[in-house]
């Protein structure tokens, strides 16, 4: 399964990237919002897992482009961020339609608990044989 990872904190992202891989994904990466939706609009991945609070523009945004294209309107999206107000965020996101949440830090189970949650049916497992 393609994972495609968007947070412009490089050191975060370079081992959220990791532990990924490790369990079996193929993952994208980007600290870029603007390269994010390039990757996601080339690449197709299952799972997008972005940061909500970027320099260029926000999570949010790259949600909102994402649900408004055909190609990746469908496409799972987990916001992330570390900032106060988690709640206020989680909430802007859901009416988005964001699929998932997480609040840095946050645990590598709670990580893999989410994707296995947003893709019911199938396992870890059957996942990381499906990248």
Not at 19 to 38: H, M, P, R, Y
């Amino acid at each position: 399964m393609r994972i495609l990872l968007i947070d412009d904190d490089a050191a975060f992202l370079g081992v959220l990237a990791l532990i990924l891989k490790e369990v079996g994904f193929t993952v994208d990466s980007t600290t870029s919002a603007q390269e994010g939706l390039k990757l996601a609009w080339e690449n197709h991945p299952k799972l997008i897992i972005s940061d909500i609070r970027m320099p260029d523009f926000d999570g949010t945004s790259i949600l909102r482009a994402l649900r408004t294209d055909e190609a990746t309107a469908s496409t799972k999206v987990i916001l992330m961020t570390g900032y106060a107000s988690p709640e206020l965020k989680a909430s802007k996101g859901r009416e988005l339609g964001a699929d998932g949440f997480l609040e840095k830090p946050f645990s590598t189970e709670r990580l893999l608990e989410m994707i296995k949650t947003l893709c019911p049916g199938e396992t870890i497992e059957d996942l990381r044989k499906s990248s």
